[in-house]
């Protein structure tokens, strides 16, 4: 029986332990403070900020609510910015993506002082992953890698697979795998013959947005198979990438959709928040 890796059970875990830090710096007078900003009312965005938020509450962690109307210009969000930068009492910055299209958001994330960059997308920190210096990870492929270490699945010398290789999952993730010294191998939407590519993996972490694309055919047997999608299939269910129900009889550890990757992105947002403060120190 393959293993159900549980990621509402391990981001609890680390909300727990971001609590505990929050609250000890808070004994020493240190309020431990994220800007949450969001453009417009995408109703997807809408409930991905209302979750940072009620994590927030739950951590300790004080939240920084900016609202901003869809018409807002690139001008008014870069000011804003600049002012959050300027403040001591502001530790994370974190501007939900996508923005109205009169806003550029490579401008956007280049202007978050690269200190208080909690998602991780600034060039400096994603530079930094790249050559192994210490900065903010992006949340989600962080999160699977907490997923794996707590459920004590070694990468170590392991064949590792990422199939995409989008600037927030497929490249950190594949630099995070390599940092713990997997043998990494990136696969995304030119390469032939995905099946033969996936089948090497020992551990597969699947980031392609497409509905259970991945099935049993692209899984060898005992890997393990972590899916960072989430969709809506034809029966308006939560589903992932991977096609649970094929790959979970042939793998030794499969991550469910919601329940697996989900959850960890942002219980890693509230550590790297945490990691804010004690980078400034
Ligand atoms: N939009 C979708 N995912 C994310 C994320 O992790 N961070 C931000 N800022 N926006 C997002």
Redesign the pocket.
């Known amino acids: 029986m393959a293993q159900v890796i549980d990621g509402k059970m391990i981001s609890a875990q680390i909300k727990d332990e971001v609590r505990d830090k929050v609250a000890e710096l808070k004994s020493k007078g240190i309020e431990v403070t994220l800007a949450v900003i969001q453009v417009g009312d995408d109703p997807a965005?809408s409930v991905?900020v209302g979750n940072k938020k009620k994590a927030c509450a739950y951590t300790g962690i004080r939240s920084l609510a900016y609202e901003l109307p869809q018409e807002t210009k690139e001008k008014e969000l870069l000011d804003l910015i600049d002012e959050l930068n300027e403040r001591e009492d502001v530790h994370g910055i974190?501007?939900?993506?996508?923005l109205p299209e009169q806003i550029n958001e490579d401008k956007v994330i280049n202007a978050i002082a690269a200190s208080k960059d909690v998602?991780g997308?600034h060039p400096m920190n994603v530079g930094a992953l790249c050559i192994g210096k210490k900065g903010f990870v992006?949340?989600?492929p962080a999160g699977v890698i907490q997923l794996l270490k707590r459920s004590n699945i070694e990468i170590s010398g392991k064949e590792c697979v990422v199939v995409g290789r989008s600037n927030?999952v497929g490249k950190p993730m594949s630099l995070l795998l390599l940092r713990e010294n997997g043998t990494v191998t990136v696969a995304h939407s030119r390469t032939k013959d995905l099946k033969e590519v996936t089948k090497r993996a020992d551990i597969l972490i699947v980031a392609v947005g497409k509905p259970k694309m991945i099935n049993a055919e692209y899984v060898k047997d005992g890997a393990v198979v972590i899916d960072v999608g989430i969709h809506r299939d034809a029966q308006n269910k939560l589903c992932g990438d991977v096609d649970f129900e094929s790959v979970y009889p042939k793998c030794a550890a499969i991550t469910p959709v919601p329940g697996g990757v989900g959850p960890m992105?942002i219980a890693m947002?509230m550590n790297n928040c945490v990691e804010a403060v004690e980078m400034r120190q």
Do not use: K, W
């Open positions: 965005s991905y974190l501007v939900q993506l996508p998602d997308f992006s949340c989600t927030i992105t947002l």
